[in-house]
T-cell receptor
Framework: SQQGEEDPQALSIQEGENATMNCSYK?????LQWYRQNSGRGLVHLIL?????REKHSGRLRVTLDTSKKSSSLLITASRAADTASYFC??????????????FGRGTSLIVHP | GAVVSQHPSRVICKSGTSVKIECRSL??????MFWYRQFPKQSLMLMAT?????????EQGVEKDKFLINHASLTLSTLTVTSAHPEDSSFYIC????????????FGPGTRLLVL
């Protein structure tokens, strides 16, 4: 399965610290996406990294991708209490109809204490 | 922008009733819409993929007669949970993509279904 598996399952840090979440998957992918979900809400797309990219930045977010190890990481620098949420990685493979369908793991639950 | 809405945001119903959930793309036309369900502290599981005007493609293990999907227009898809039972209680989330082969999906806020 191409489902992503996030590690750790839960992470608790103080405001201002960096938060690193890891993701592993099993099959080849076209791209890998990270999403954020606040409790009981929908998903917000954070960042997409393609299989031919190794690192990508967006504001305080830094994503890496190692296709040889089939792994990715999401780094949130200088975390804030508002970053408290669940974070999901979603390896994507193009489906037969052309759509990219992300497959989700259980996510990492991040708590940032003020 | 790319905003997707869902209605209702939460619904409580009696066992045996049918529940319809709407998913709308508000500021774009969605060639493809997806339906997911999520149990507490679990991952999102893809239920089905639907393209406007054609039958939905269901994932293995998802009963198509139980979860009826209609994608009548480029901005609206509906999921009907027929004869709902308590085990159908879950968080249902839709997403949409703007064009075929688009890499990013835009997610709705979800619908919390509780079947008593």
């Amino acid at each position: 399965s191409q489902q992503g598996e996030e590690d750790p399952q839960a992470l608790s840090i103080q405001e201002g610290e960096n938060a690193t979440m890891n993701c592993s998957y099993k099959t080849s992918i076209n791209n890998l996406q990270w999403y954020r979900q606040n409790s009981g809400r929908g998903l917000v797309h954070l960042i997409l990294i393609r299989s031919n990219e190794r690192e990508k930045h967006s504001g305080r977010l830094r994503v890496t991708l190692d296709t040889s190890k089939k792994s990715s990481s999401l780094l949130i620098t200088a975390s804030r209490a508002a970053d408290t949420a669940s974070y999901f990685c979603a390896p994507c493979l193009s489906a037969s109809g052309g759509s990219y369908i992300p497959t989700f793991g259980r996510g990492t639950s991040l708590i940032v204490h003020p | 922008g790319a905003v997707v809405s869902q209605h209702p945001s939460r619904v409580i119903c009696k066992s045996g009733t049918s529940v319809k959930i709407e998913c709308r793309s508000l500021d774009f036309q969605a060639t493809t819409m997806f339906w997911y369900r999520q149990f507490p502290k679990q991952s999102l599981m893809l239920m089905a993929t639907s393209n406007e005007g054609s039958k939905a493609t269901y994932e293995q293990g998802v009963e198509k007669d139980k979860f009826l999907i209609n994608h009548a227009s480029l901005t609206l898809s509906t999921l009907t949970v027929t004869s709902a039972h308590p085990e159908d209680s879950s968080f249902y989330i839709c997403s949409a993509s703007k064009k075929v082969a688009e890499e990013t999906q835009y997610f709705g806020p979800g619908t919390r279904l509780l079947v008593l």
